[in-house]
């Protein structure tokens, strides 16, 4: 199965910080490429999603990711946090029809 | 909207009972998936099927079963539950197009084993 590790398991900061969750993978083929978040108490939902083209793609409420091929990686990042994006947040890697996610990442932000 | 519907959010069984957790997604997606939910260890894939009647074994398939009898409903079976399979678990769907596609997920049916 694939391997997907998340840098943090749980990130504290202040509103207008800048975020930034790492996130790694181990297959070296063709991927595509996901971020879901989980608010307390509500489903998961899909934040943004890479399958080819641009390596930056955009996705709602004002996050990004970054594609590096030669790295493995697909980043997630947001300039300035705000108290609502306090959420769990999922990395995923799709390949041979299967999602593979990454442990999660517990984001807090304190007002 | 997209809706993907589970039959429980909280359930309480004893260890060897038979457990069915159901799921309902209402956009005549194909493919359908169940994931259990494990602080530290995200989401790991239980089975997923593409078509009616069809099943596929996901990364961890002991101690689970699943049916898919028809187009819009998955179920998962614990045909004799044990602590160990106390978790959240997570039904999802999605379109065809060779699977490649973002997945939808139900609001999850904690389940508890004593």
């Known amino acids: 199965a694939q391997s997907v590790s998340q840098h943090n398991h749980h990130v504290i900061l202040s509103e207008a910080a800048s975020l930034e969750l790492g996130c790694n993978y181990s297959?070296?083929?063709?991927?595509?490429l996901f971020w879901y978040v989980q608010y307390p108490g509500q489903h998961l939902q899909l934040l943004l999603k890479y399958f080819s083209g641009d390596p930056l793609v955009k996705g709602i409420k004002g996050f990004e990711a970054e594609f590096i091929k030669s790295k493995f990686s697909f980043n997630l990042r947001k300039p300035s946090v705000q108290w609502s994006d306090t959420a769990e947040y999922f990395c995923?890697?799709?390949?041979?029809?299967?999602?593979?996610f990454g442990a999660g990442t517990t984001v807090t932000v304190r007002a | 909207d997209v809706k993907v519907t589970q039959s429980s959010r909280y359930l309480v069984k004893r260890t060897g009972e038979k457990v069915f957790l159901e799921c309902v997604q209402d956009m005549d997606h194909e493919n359908m998936f169940w994931y259990r939910q494990d602080p530290g260890l995200g989401l790991r894939l239980i089975y997923f099927?593409?078509?009616?009647?069809?099943?596929e074994k996901g990364d961890i398939p002991e101690g689970y079963s699943v049916s898919r009898e028809k187009k819009e409903r998955f179920s998962l079976i614990l045909e004799s539950a044990s602590t160990n399979q106390t978790s959240m678990y997570l039904c999802a769907s999605s379109p065809t197009s060779g699977l490649y596609n973002e997945q939808f997920f139900g609001p999850g049916t904690r389940l508890t084993v004593l």
């Open positions: 995923a890697v799709m390949n041979d029809y299967k999602l593979s």
């Open positions: 297959y070296g083929g063709t991927v595509n």
């Open positions: 099927s593409y078509d009616v009647k069809m099943k």
